[in-house]
């Protein structure tokens, strides 16, 4: 894999030196027959793979972590950061690695590349990586270019509703696993870093992702239930096939999270809501989660609190350099399978799904001692059902950006405590100062943190406190 990594570096390199155009110039000049003028698009997929790593990883991943309380900004600026304190600008660099240059406009390179050379395994992989990336885009913003963007003739593209962007990935998602079903007469697998080109994995994996997104548009849509049932039903089974991101301990390779610690060192630590949630469960996953303090005590920041002597990250776990993140698994299936179960009337079913995917599912993922972490009685009903279901996911999905989607939902977990003056969570990201400066078409918001996303409307069965 570091030497996928490496040659990718190198062809990036390459690339960037073939696009500066020349100080001279001329038919004789413009002939060198050592400069490269081709990638193949193996290692455009390389390439591509790396970014998603660290897109998936970097700040709004950290945004998102604070804002669900499972981590919490302590110091410098991330103090301002934990009780919603950023503007567009903080959102520039994400925004273009989302769209640019190893994002979208690569993956449809890729695309494109691989279909005109009748590689329809990669074709799929770059499909797969652009639902993944542009549907959780259209989480965390709302509204975001689509359809017209990444096209050279729209330098100012509109921006398409959530509705529309999902829409059309369950629809890409659908087109790859057609792809995957053709295949190609040969598929080098040492450049698929996720299933090494492996068809059943990948299939699994689409029918989890759209089992995702449609479960997103239940609180707008219940009939959603039902159709993210039966995606869920054919989606990853067994944790040695979740969607991972793939890092190791080589200068450039490591794990984003490990990397903003090394930079800035201290800023982030653990949430005290989370923290405070596993110590009340006798959760060992507390100790897999966190590292201790030098007496042995796990403590964690509430929003405001910038509390330094916070925990940091587990640095052989979650804050190792060579830390791989789940990006869609095995064990998000199953808690798809049990709110849906649950919606759709099977509630039994839906606990023991729960008790099942906790014990021995769980426990085994972590190494944990039997009968470790909690179960929940058979016979919990209605909100009581939901709130274990979303709650327990809430835990396991730790550092996964979904979590603000399921929060959005169904309004489990309920935080204690917000900001120090009680405001309230935000609903969506900032849109870039970029995109605000140049493009008239970025929506203007009165008090965008605050806007609702399209399938976000809000619900008054929540309840009291509820959001």
């Not at 707008?220 to 890092?247: C, F, P, R």
């Not at 998000?332 to 014990?359: M, S």
């Not at 169904?410 to 995109?435: C, G, H, K, M």
Request: aromatic share 10%.
């Amino acid at each position: 894999m570091k030497r996928i990594f490496q040659l990718g570096a190198v062809l990036t390199l390459v690339v960037s030196m073939v696009g500066c155009s020349d100080f001279l110039s001329g038919p004789n000049l413009d002939t060198d027959p050592n400069r490269a003028i081709d990638v193949p698009v193996e290692n455009l997929l390389v390439g591509m793979q790396v970014n998603s790593y660290g897109v998936m990883g970097n700040h709004c991943n950290r945004t998102v972590a604070m804002w669900m309380q499972q981590m919490a900004g302590v110091a410098q600026h991330y103090t301002g950061y934990d009780i919603y304190n950023q503007t567009p600008l903080e959102f520039d660099a994400e925004w273009f690695d989302f769209y640019g240059g190893g994002g979208l406009q690569d993956m449809r390179v890729i695309q494109k590349k691989a279909l005109g050379e009748g590689k329809r395994m990669v074709v799929a992989i770059a499909k797969m990586w652009e639902a993944l990336t542009m549907s959780t885009v259209a989480d965390l913003w709302g509204e975001v270019p689509y359809s017209e963007a990444i096209n050279p003739d729209i330098p100012t593209p509109h921006y398409d509703k959530q509705l529309a962007v999902h829409s059309a990935i369950l629809q890409l998602i659908d087109s790859a696993i057609e792809d995957i079903n053709a295949g190609q007469p040969f598929f080098d697998g040492q450049f698929d870093f996720t299933h090494a080109g492996n068809k059943a994995k990948w299939i699994a994996a689409a029918h989890t992702l759209k089992a995702r997104i449609l479960l997103n548009w239940a609180e707008v849509d219940q009939g959603k239930y039902a159709q993210a049932l039966a995606e869920a039903q054919m989606g990853i089974s067994k944790d040695a096939d979740n969607w991972k991101t793939q890092h190791s301990e080589t200068v450039g390779e490591e794990a984003p999270w490990w990397q903003f610690e090394a930079a800035r060192f201290g800023y982030v630590r653990a949430g005290k809501f989370l923290v405070e949630l596993l110590k009340a469960d006798n959760d060992p996953r507390l100790q897999v989660y966190f590292a201790a303090d030098r007496n042995g005590n796990y403590v964690g920041s509430a929003p405001g609190e910038f509390n330094g002597d916070a925990v940091p990250l587990n640095p052989q776990t979650f804050g190792a350099k060579g830390w791989d993140t789940d990006l869609v698994s095995w064990f998000e299936n199953q808690f798809i399978l049990a709110e849906c179960e649950h919606a759709t009337g099977k509630t039994a079913d839906a606990i023991n799904r729960l008790n099942t995917v906790i014990q021995p599912g769980l426990e085994t993922k972590w190494g944990l001692a039997a009968n470790s972490l909690k179960r929940y009685d058979a016979a919990l009903t209605g909100a009581e059902a939901l709130k274990a279901i979303m709650v327990e996911k809430y835990k396991a999905m730790f550092l996964n950006m979904q979590v603000w989607s399921d929060w959005r939902r169904t309004a489990y977990p309920v935080f204690t405590q917000t900001s120090p003056d009680n405001r309230p969570i935000p609903r969506r990201l900032l849109y870039s100062a970029d995109e605000l400066n140049v493009n008239p078409n970025t929506p203007r918001f009165a008090n965008p943190l605050y806007q609702r996303v399209e399938n976000d409307p809000g619900n008054p069965a929540h309840g009291p406190g509820h959001p």
